[in-house]
T-cell receptor
């Protein structure tokens, strides 16, 4: 069974600071997705990474996929209070669409 | 993007009663849907895969007789929590899609 470990689990920072969230696996990812979830809502897809070494940017968010496809990171530059939420990495199991989620990182950005 | 809805958004029921949660794909057909459970400050845990026209596939540790899943049409899956207990109180989320999963807004269940 694929195990996804996210770190840190909780992060509280001031507005304007940078942060990085990590997602590691015990085995190779076929592909990896990052989601953001706000309280009382369902997760929203941020990005999908597929190729080892891939880097994708979404405004102030930078996503990296490790060369060996066993780890990924999410870096947020100049965090804003609107970035507050639960960030989840997830791997799709085969072609079924079934997702296995990491433990999540709760981010709080204080104004 | 595709839209997935859930109903109700929140429900309170008494211990021992059953409650049904609906998941609908509004603008696409879904032969497969997924049900997740999320406890406060925790991640999503996959409960089961709902298959249109056939039995659901449950993850290890999930009681199929307690969490009844029916995928009656290509746009509707229902999750019924039977004989609910306070420990079943949680946030239940469904998803649908093939290349990309679209998540419903979730249903907050509180069992008193």
């Amino acid at each position: 069974t694929q195990l996804l470990e996210q770190s840190p689990q909780f992060l509280s920072i001031q507005e304007g600071e940078n942060l990085t969230v990590y997602c590691n696996s015990s085995s190779v990812f076929s592909s990896l997705q990052w989601y953001r979830q706000e309280p009382g809502e369902g997760p929203v897809l941020l990005v999908t990474v597929v190729t080892g070494g891939e880097v994708k940017k979404l405004k102030r968010l930078t996503f990296q996929f490790g060369d060996a496809r066993k780890d990924s990171s999410l870096h947020i530059t100049a965090a804003q209070p609107g970035d507050t939420g639960l960030y989840l990495c997830a791997e799709s199991s085969g072609n079924t669409g079934k997702l296995i989620f990491g433990q999540g990182t709760t981010l709080q950005v204080k104004p | 993007g595709a839209v997935v809805s859930q109903h109700p958004s929140w429900v309170i029921c008494k211990s021992g009663t059953s409650v049904k949660i609906e998941c609908r794909s509004l603008d696409f057909q879904a032969t497969t849907m997924f049900w997740y459970r999320q406890f406060p400050k925790q991640s999503l845990m996959l409960m089961a895969t709902s298959n249109e026209g056939s039995k659901a596939t449950y993850e290890q540790g999930v009681e199929k007789d307690k969490f009844l899943i029916n995928h009656a049409s290509l746009t509707l899956s229902t999750l019924t929590v039977t004989s609910a207990h306070p420990e079943d109180s949680s946030f239940y989320i469904c998803s649908a899609g093939i290349y990309e999963q679209y998540f419903g807004p979730g249903t907050r269940l509180t069992v008193t």
